[in-house]
């Protein structure tokens, strides 16, 4: 069973920022990504980044979250900036087995990941 970890949440002010790490073996085969799940609503993506290192980003986290990869110490990052009182959600860190490529257009959707982590709770406050 693979393990996925995820570390890094907090509570910030809105505009503050954050660092959410994610281990997890052999990310450089991996394609992964990150989806947050707010209370009363749908879980819903929020980056994914393939093993080229190519990335998509949901409409309303583009250009404040940057999703990126240290192959070498297999962890998966996510930078938010700028962040906003409806970014408050549990974050969740995920993978696809090894070797699996992301889907072409790399969708956000959870369906294509096999493997998941606990959570990190992200508030923030207005």
């Known amino acids: 069973q693979v393990q996925v970890v995820e570390s890094g949440g907090g509570s910030v002010q809105a505009g503050g920022s954050l660092r959410l790490s994610c281990a997890v073996s052999e990310t450089y085969r991996r394609c992964m990504g990150w989806f947050r799940q707010a209370p009363g609503k749908e879980r819903e993506g929020v980056a994914i980044?393939?093993?080229?290192?190519?990335?998509n980003y949901a409409d309303h986290v583009q250009g404040r979250f940057t999703i990126s990869k240290d192959n070498p110490n297999d962890t998966l990052y996510l930078q938010m900036s700028n962040l906003k009182p409806e970014d408050t959600a549990m974050y969740y860190c995920?993978?696809?087995?090894?070797?699996?490529?992301?889907?072409?257009?790399?969708?956000?959707?959870?369906?294509?990941?096999?493997?998941w982590g606990q959570g990190t709770q992200v508030t923030v406050s207005s």
């Open positions: 980044i393939n093993i080229l290192g190519q990335t």
């Open positions: 995920a993978a696809r087995k090894l070797d699996y490529p992301c889907p072409s257009q790399l969708p956000l959707e959870s369906s294509h990941f096999h493997y």
